[in-house]
């Protein structure tokens, strides 16, 4: 049995540090080995990603890593010779899908003992799932974190070059890494990072401690990176942060994000999203900047995790229902054709059933387009997990039933409305049955099917509604 390195395990204390210092980026030169080349040289690797974008654009770095060193992508897990898993934490059912994951992994270790298995991401930034890993799943070779992905090559050449299994899962406040090569995985559409972290420490949320510290990246790396999207053809951009409203607070420097939003319009690129933002700092001047520019795409993910005062302040959330409720106007009346979306928990602790009767209530004033509705899940370390819960499991899924129905009654009657208008859609990609039936999303972001030709992936095109599902619509192309 191979022995096992442990430099850093992960420690909630140390996750949960702030301080007020100015994080600088560093700028990296990323350096293969001769060693490292050699062990890149006819391998090849596969990860597997969970959860949210941040982990997709980890995915995207990881992979750039891997390339850069010389391994090729395999095209399926059993034919890899390194298989990554890079985890989510924000639930327990995304670990649990983790767990029985490597359990499957055993048969490729089975097959062919060269082959490395790594797990990173936000799971592994807790220290009770890293002592589970290290004891009972021995066939993983390398356990890293969010925070040490540029160190991933010395980690690899050590696994491979000394035979043992590797844990490098550091609790910090976190850097700014510039400079890392990565390989995107889509042509038209890209995420750019904008910071990093989360310090708003929702009493539920495990981010702020599996991530570090909120970190705003420079504003002229950011115009450096979508200028240089811009130029290779790409379509839409979107800003990624748990927080993008307090994009540059850290820096110190004046640099906000409706400042850094104005500046990405005027690269040309033609659409631009974000995500995610948090109803607690979001301003009027990013109210004015997204009505003012129309590559700025009128969709907004707004979450509001419940509609009750009470539950928000045990949330830890920072807004009331009316301070929500106000913006959401203010949203509306300046922004054509707003499409707002959220997220949604129920069966907070203790959350009495006329405390969730507001988050329906909420649902029916904003009348959103989409949301993501979650049953609350205790995270070890965090404040709600050492709340007592009274409320069965039965009784939250039969309000999670209940919620679903009330979001899918306005998700359809919005998606109904688009019956008829002739909405911009970017086409992603034909379907795998037929290339003549292509799909892509529209500026509410709102997926659309219709029939075209393949030619026309990458490319915005008109497209006339004529039929409304729960999740997308169905319509004709339309000429120019
Ligand atoms: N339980 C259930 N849902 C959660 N989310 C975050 N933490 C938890 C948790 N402990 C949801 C929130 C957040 C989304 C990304 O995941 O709604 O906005
Ligand atoms: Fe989690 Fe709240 Fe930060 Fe979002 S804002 S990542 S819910 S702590």
């Known amino acids: 049995m191979a022995q096992c390195k442990v430099v850093h395990k992960p420690e909630m204390k140390e996750a949960a540090r702030r301080n007020k210092d100015v994080i600088n980026a560093t700028y990296k030169n990323l350096v293969v080995s001769d060693k490292m080349k050699d062990i890149a040289k006819n391998r090849t690797y596969f990860i ?42 924000v639930r327990e059912n995304a670990e649990d899908k983790v767990f029985g994951e490597i359990g499957a992994l055993k048969s490729l270790k089975t097959k062919d003992s060269d082959c490395v298995i790594a797990i990173c991401g936000c799971m592994i930034q807790q220290k009770h799932i890293v002592d589970i890993i290290q004891d009972k799943y021995r066939q993983v070779d390398l356990l890293f974190g969010t925070h040490n992905i540029d160190n991933l090559l010395n980690l690899l050449e050590e696994v491979y070059e000394k035979k043992v299994r590797v844990i490098d899962v550091e ?24 910071m990093y972290g989360c310090d708003k420490f929702c009493t539920y949320c495990i981010v702020p401690y599996t991530r570090g510290k909120e970190r705003s990246r420079k504003m002229e790396d950011i115009l450096k990176e979508c200028e240089d999207l811009v130029n290779k053809g790409y ?63 009128p969709a907004i993910h707004l979450p509001v995790q419940s509609g009750n005062d009470e539950i928000l302040r045990l949330m830890g959330r920072r807004y009331t229902s009316k301070q929500y409720k106000e913006l959401v106007d203010k949203m509306k009346a300046k922004i054509p054709n707003l499409a707002l979306t959220t997220d949604i ?29 979650f049953i609350y899940s205790p995270r070890v370390g965090t404040p709600a997990a050492k709340m007592n819960d009274n409320v069965t499991d039965e009784e939250k899924h039969k309000r999670f ?3 679903v129905k009330v979001v899918e009654k306005y998700a359809t009657i919005k998606a109904n409305a688009l019956v008829g208008k002739t909405l911009k859609v970017l086409v992603d990609g034909a379907s795998k049955k037929n290339k003549n039936v292509l799909s892509g999303y529209s500026e509410e972001n709102k997926l659309v099917h219709f029939v075209g030709d393949p030619s026309l992936v990458g490319k915005i095109v008109k497209v006339k509604i004529k039929e409304s599902h729960l999740y997308s619509v169905i319509g004709d192309l339309v000429d120019d």
């Not at 941040?54 to 750039?64: K, P």
């Not at 609790?171 to 904008?194: D, Q, T, W």
């Not at 409203?245 to 850094?260: I, W």
Request: proline share 2%.
């Open 235 to 297: 379509q839409e951009i979107t800003l990624l942060g748990q927080n993008v409203n307090a994009y540059g607070k850290d820096l110190h420097d004046g640099s906000s994000f409706a400042q850094l939003m104005e500046n990405v319009t005027k690269l040309g690129i033609s659409r631009l999203r974000f995500t995610t933002s948090h109803p607690w700092d979001f301003t009027d001047e990013m109210i004015d900047i997204i009505a003012k520019y129309d590559n700025i795409m």
């Open 48 to 89: 597997r990603t969970y959860g949210c974008q941040a982990n997709i654009r980890d995915e995207e770095t990881i992979a750039g890593i891997l390339e850069y060193a010389g391994f090729k992508k395999a095209n399926q897990i059993q034919d890899a010779n390194v298989v990554i898993l890079n985890t989510c934490a």
């Open 401 to 403: 039933d209940e919620l």
């Open 171 to 194: 609790s910090k406040m976190g850097e700014v890494i510039e400079n890392m090569p990565s390989l995107r995985l889509e042509k038209y559409k890209a995420f750019v990072n904008i």
């Open 345 to 373: 928990i129920v069966g907070f602790p203790n959350e009495t059933y006329e405390q969730f009767q507001d988050t329906l209530k909420m649902v029916e004033y904003v009348q959103y387009d989409g949301a993501f509705t």
